[in-house]
């Protein structure tokens, strides 16, 4: 099945193209979203993704299992310029003269999420990742590829991610490992850490 679609989806053919989007549309929105940490973000990713695959579907090859690791990759790389062109706009914006100071509601959106404390603990952390080592962790972790499908959609060789991968979970067990002096639980850094544990060796 997965064979004949790939078959379809080289031919452009615009059903079989459906089938992809509807298929696959939430995991390529979670996977942008684990990398930037936005929403918005993470949707214009998806758009953007699949806009790219129809016009790389010829590169598809016709024999293969499921094409999510191939869809992944190609939102990896479409994450990477659109955080590009972000920063060259926080840049331009920056050189712009001051006005008047428009209030920022990313704050209150956080506040609705559950947990928010031990979330802001995991991002800061992510944020001390290399973008290489970010990007195999999700896919590894999160979006539960193994490593020779992570290593398909990354386009590097499977000991570049298992090494990848392992340095992620290093330096994350690390960097939200709680302040001693504050009287949190360790506890907190292993529940936080466990699911990067599981389920991949």
């Not at 994450?79 to 428009?102: D, F, Q, S, Y």
Request: aromatic share 6%; hydrophobic share 40%.
């Amino acid at each position: 099945m997965e064979t004949n679609l790939r078959t379809r989806i080289r031919a452009g053919d615009h059903a079989a193209f459906g089938e992809l989007f509807d298929a696959y549309a939430r995991s390529v929105y979670n996977h942008a979203y684990r990398l930037t940490g936005e929403w918005s973000t993470a949707e214009d990713v998806v758009s953007l993704t699949f806009l790219e695959a129809w016009r790389l579907r010829a590169k598809l090859d016709e024999e293969g299992g499921s094409p999510r690791p191939w869809l992944l990759g190609i939102a990896t790389n479409v994450t990477r310029n659109t955080r590009r062109a972000a920063r060259r706009h926080a840049a331009a914006v920056a050189r712009l003269p001051r006005g008047e100071t428009v209030r920022d509601f990313a704050d209150e959106v956080d506040g609705r999420i559950d947990d928010a404390a031990q979330l802001a603990v995991v991002r800061t952390a992510l944020a001390r990742l290399r973008r290489a080592e970010r990007e195999v962790l999700a896919l590894c972790v999160w979006d539960g590829l193994d490593y020779t499908a992570a290593a398909e959609a990354l386009g590097v060789p499977v000991g570049t991610v298992r090494s990848r991968l392992s340095r992620a979970r290093t330096k994350l067990a690390k960097h939200m490992e709680p302040p001693a002096d504050r009287g949190q639980m360790r506890g907190d850094r292993t529940t936080a850490v466990r699911p990067m544990r599981e389920g991949h060796r």
